[in-house]
């Protein structure tokens, strides 16, 4: 019977695909997966040697070429899913910005970037 990590507390950890572990420029069809943005793919593998629970958190359906770009670049396949849950501890993002917990401030050089189309 294996425990699950959720309920003691240790979470998962989501992470995007398109802008964030892979690059992204335009559309290109639902196969095209872009190159691995390297300094994530690294965070992720160690995250999985660490044997932390993380999970591709995408708007993308679930296709084979996500699969084969993950065994590829990660060394594995992850759990894919477009739904955040309360055992979500972190969220890893290109279009995020993050809301301080209860008091619905942000940084405001995140939301310039935005609202701004300013590329960093």
Same mark, same amino acid.
Request: glycine share 8%; proline share 2%; charged share 35%.
């Given at each position: 019977?294996?425990?699950?990590?959720?309920?003691?507390?240790?979470?998962?950890?989501? &992470? #995007? $695909? #398109?802008?964030?572990?892979?690059?992204?420029?335009?559309?290109?069809?639902?196969?095209?997966?872009?190159?691995?943005?390297?300094? /994530?793919?690294?965070?992720?593998?160690?995250?999985?040697?660490?044997?932390?629970?993380?999970?591709?958190?995408?708007?993308?359906?679930?296709?084979?070429?996500?699969?084969?770009? /993950?065994?590829?670049?990660?060394?594995?396949?992850?759990?894919?899913?477009?739904?955040?849950?309360?055992? /979500?501890?972190?969220?890893?993002?290109?279009?995020?910005?993050? &809301?301080?917990?209860? $008091?619905?401030?942000?940084?405001?050089?995140?939301?310039?970037? &935005?609202?701004?189309?300013?590329?960093?």
């Amino acid at each position: 019977m294996s425990v699950d990590k959720r309920a003691q507390g240790e979470g998962w950890i989501g &992470v #995007d $695909l #398109d802008g964030t572990l892979a690059h992204w420029d335009h559309f290109r069809g639902e196969e095209h997966i872009g190159k691995p943005v390297d300094a /994530m793919v690294k965070r992720v593998r160690q995250w999985l040697r660490e044997g932390r629970d993380v999970r591709l958190l995408t708007a993308r359906k679930a296709n084979p070429s996500i699969r084969r770009w /993950m065994v590829e670049h990660l060394g594995q396949q992850l759990p894919i899913t477009n739904v955040k849950d309360r055992y /979500m501890i972190a969220l890893y993002d290109d279009r995020a910005i993050q &809301v301080k917990r209860n $008091l619905g401030t942000t940084r405001d050089q995140d939301e310039d970037q &935005v609202w701004n189309k300013k590329e960093t």
